[in-house]
Nanobody
Framework: QVQLVESGGGLVQPGGSLTLSCAAS????????MGWYRQSLGKERELVAT???????KFADTVKGRFTISRYEAKNTVTPQMNGLKPEDTAVYYC?????????????????WGQGTLVTVSS
């Protein structure tokens, strides 16, 4: 069974830092993109940061200059480092991956989501 397992999250004070991690496990042929999205109360899910094959990285404008992201392809993990956190960063953060799964006849393109981890920025 292919799945994304997230870790990290929790309560942090404004201006603080937090690191999340996501690991993909199972029978995977390739991961084309891997990143994080977030959804705050009453709002739609939005991109935080994503990496694609070839190390192309995209950040949401709201986190540029504060967040970094690292992807370790050998371990199928992606780790965002979130610095200078603000109360408006409070949200449930979801890992996302676009991957190719091997099959007996054809390979399949799938998109997976993690279960989500809550990040609360508050004093």
């Amino acid at each position: 069974q292919v799945q994304l397992v997230e870790s990290g999250g929790g309560l942090v004070q404004p201006g603080g830092s937090l690191t999340l991690s996501c690991a993909a496990s199972g029978s995977i042929f390739a991961i084309n993109a891997m990143g994080w999205y977030r959804q705050s109360l009453g709002k739609e899910r939005e991109l935080v940061a994503t990496t694609t094959t070839g190390s192309v990285i995209k950040f949401a404008d709201t986190v540029k200059g504060r967040f970094t992201i690292s992807r370790y392809e050998a371990k199928n993990t992606v780790t965002p480092q979130m610095n200078g956190l603000k109360p408006e960063d409070t949200a449930v953060y979801y890992c996302n991956a676009a991957m190719v799964l091997p099959g007996s006849v054809v390979y399949r393109n799938v998109e997976l989501w993690g279960q989500g981890t809550l990040v609360t920025v508050s004093s």
